[in-house]
């Protein structure tokens, strides 16, 4: 095992250089000139402002060049400086991180527990109304649009009851919907794979023998068709992990929380590419990260896998 991660380790590293000559284009296949988008159509700078803003940037060394330049910072760790802010793009998103990756694990967090219980109960009651309940529950799940379901828990929730606060900065209580938007959007593809999974461990040979040597069916569940049944909602959990850290664009301008996704949505607005492309190569990154992850734990949840 030992081996095949190194060898996933080295692999990992063309793909990360890939992400980085994709954010890299960003700025070089948008339309026209990107320092006058920084600057404003209208804005009354002058020809001397724009050049040394070029020069800053270094647009005027080849493309080439520039990403080689660009390359070289992220191996530092530079990754530019913010020109709205003005302040690094490494230390606004070290800044932001926090507020975001407790966003992202709550809702994961939420996602799993809400996922394995609704595709457990659906898999151990089948084709019973338990069952039907919880396939609809799982499709809804999936099908509606994350901001609309935030905006209608924050209408429940924080309008009409007054339970929680409307916006999500509010500390644990400003996270609970957020987290709950994220969990509910992202838990119908684990319920849905979880459900699967059970079904098809239950009928394997080795459960029915341990059925029949009368192993309770709380320990059978847990030690015998869990644990079989979780390789492929392991690989979802990664893959959801990738998309719930992406999707926290969306909740966090929905929520106003202080976060990586806010922070993107204003910087694209105010046209702040050096930040746009720091935060994505981040989200990016991160994702790639997580996949690595996923395939490390498979040996840890079933020894019968070896990798070659």
Known sequence: MVQFMLN?????????????????????LVPGDPVSMMLGETSAASVSDIERLREELGLNDSVPVQYW????????????????????????????????MALTAAGLAIAVILGLGLGLVAALN????????????????????SFWLGLMLMQLFSVTLNWLPVLGSGGIRGLILPAITLGIWAAGDIARLTR????????????????????PRARLVRRHVLRNALIPVITVIGVRFGQVLAGTVIIETVFARPGLGLTL?????????????????????????????VEAAYTQLDPRIEYA
């Open 69 to 100: 330049n660009y390359l070289s910072g992220l191996i530092r760790g530079d990754l530019g400086t913010s020109m709205r802010i003005r302040r690094p793009v490494t230390e606004l998103i070290l800044d932001r991180l926090p507020s975001t």
């Open 196 to 215: 699967s999974g059970v079904l098809e461990v239950v009928r394997q040979d080795f459960v029915r023998t341990a059925q029949s040597k009368g192993l």
């Open 265 to 293: 949505v204003n910087a694209i607005v105010a046209k702040d590419f050096p930040l746009v492309q720091g935060i994505v190569l981040f989200v990016a990154s991160a994702y790639v990260i997580a996949n690595f992850a």
């Open 126 to 145: 089948h084709n019973t109304l338990l069952d039907n309940l919880a396939v609809v529950a799982a499709l809804l799940g999936v099908s509606i649009p």
């Open 8 to 28: 996933r380790g080295f692999a990992i590293i063309p793909l990360l250089l890939g992400v980085t000559i994709i954010v890299f284009l960003m700025m070089q």
